[in-house]
């Protein structure tokens, strides 16, 4: 049997064209990335959550000498916001990072431990999550849910 998996994407030229209180979220994102602790990558990233009832949370990655002891923008936040608010489900996460670790033209994308951790938090929620990762260049992609970056999740596929 084969089977097609497949979804759909919003890319945009820039964040800037998003609505406004995904700008806002956006904006959190590139503020949680200037405090990033990245001395041996020298590559920060920022995320930024909106939790249904109107609040942001923010993350940025932390890296250790005893790589790899650090910990990802988004895990940070979204174990920040299972910690202190659970129970409120996460609507939107953004991603935003700069440094040459990337070219400047090649796609943001959370890494695979990201988005099981992503995943596992909308699963939790029985909600979809909105993703929006910003490049370096300002494309922005808009992703209606978790399960389209990680189709086949640990746990997930039936």
Known sequence: ???EYSFKFQLYPNWESLQTVDISVVNKAFEAMKKAYAPYSKFKVGAALLL???QIIQ???QE???YPSGLCAERVALFHAGAQFPGIA???ICIVAKGDLMPISQLLSPCGACRQVML???NRQNKPIRIILVNQDNRTMCIDSV???LPFGFGTFQ
Request: glycine share 10%; no cysteine; charged share 30%.
């Open 1 to 3: 049997m084969q089977k």
């Open 52 to 54: 249904e009832d109107g």
């Open 59 to 61: 993350g940025n990655n």
């Open 64 to 66: 250790n000498i005893a």
């Open 90 to 92: 996460v609507d939107l």
């Open 120 to 122: 596992e938090s909308e």
């Open 147 to 149: 399960q389209n970056l």
